[in-house]
């Protein structure tokens, strides 16, 4: 079974609107993190924002916060007032484990977005 | 300025060729990995190190090796193995344990590297 899925190959979105970007997960460990990255036509993997498994609020990071809802296994990417410098691929990523050690993630397929002037 | 360099940025082989992929870190971190990512997916774990002289094989690592001979060099080589290496890889770096960056343990990556067999 995928570790993480990501339902939406491509979304689109006008500039200064809103975006929620889909992600689920899988594991049976109680102790995991999420991330979300973007990677820009360039190629580099920005970190974007983090929420760990034990964390009561949803991570905020400005325009970013994440959507987390551990019962469901969902960690969706809001993105508000979008911007056309939004345009890139994002990916959400899964550590499972306290990460005692290496922080091995896996990732998504990842989502295309694009922002509409 | 801290970060991940890897080089080259583009790199032509023919089949039957080995290359190497350099990555090098001056942040410190104890932690190096290399991730594979093919047009459509997502980014597979080849190799992965968490101190010098060791390194564990990650999902995908048929076909490649490494090494780490020193704390900031990790770097990745193609071998004639591998069946089908056209791909951009991308190198990156942690602290063991949860601490990199704001504590999150994040990855920091490289710019990738794309290679291309003729």
Redesign the interface.
């Known amino acids: 079974a995928q570790k ?1 899925t990501q339902t939406q ?1 491509g979304m689109f979105v006008q500039e200064k609107e809103a975006v929620t970007l889909d992600c689920t997960y899988d594991t049976s460990d109680p102790s995991y ?1 999420l ?1 979300w ?1 973007k990677q820009p036509s ?4 920005i ?1 974007l924002i ?1 929420q ?1 498994s034990y964390d009561q609020q949803n991570a905020t990071e400005g325009r970013y916060s994440l959507n987390f809802q551990k019962a469901r296994k969902s960690a969706n990417l809001v993105i508000s007032a979008s911007q056309l410098g939004d345009s890139a691929m994002y ?1 959400c ?1 899964m ?1 499972e484990g ?8 896996f ?4 989502t295309r977005l694009t922002v509409i002037p | 300025d801290g970060g991940i360099t890897q080089s080259p940025k583009y790199l032509f082989r023919k089949e039957g060729q080995n290359v190497t992929l350099s990555c090098e870190q001056n942040l410190n971190h104890d ?1 190096m ?1 290399w ?1 594979r990512q093919d047009p ?6 080849i190799y ?3 101190i010098v002289n060791d390194f ?1 094989k ?1 999902d995908i690592a048929e076909g490649y090796s490494v090494s780490r001979e020193k704390k900031e060099s990790f770097p990745l080589t193609v071998t004639s193995a591998q069946k089908n290496p056209t791909a ?1 890889y ?1 190198c ?1 770096s ?1 602290t ?3 601490t ?3 504590g ?9 590297s ?1 290679l291309t067999v003729l």
């Not at chain 2, 459509?40 to 774990?45: I, S, T, V």
């Not at chain 2, 999150?104 to 990738?112: D, K, P, Q, S, V």
């Open positions: 993480i190959p993190g991330f990255y360039s190629g580099e993997m970190f983090y760990g990916f990523a550590r306290r990460g005692t050690g290496a922080n091995n993630l990732f998504g397929t990842g | 932690a990995y991730y459509g997916q997502g980014l597979r774990l992965y190190s968490q564990q990650g951009f991308l990156a942690s063991l344990g949860g990199s960056g704001r999150t343990g994040e990855l920091f990556f490289g710019e990738g794309r």
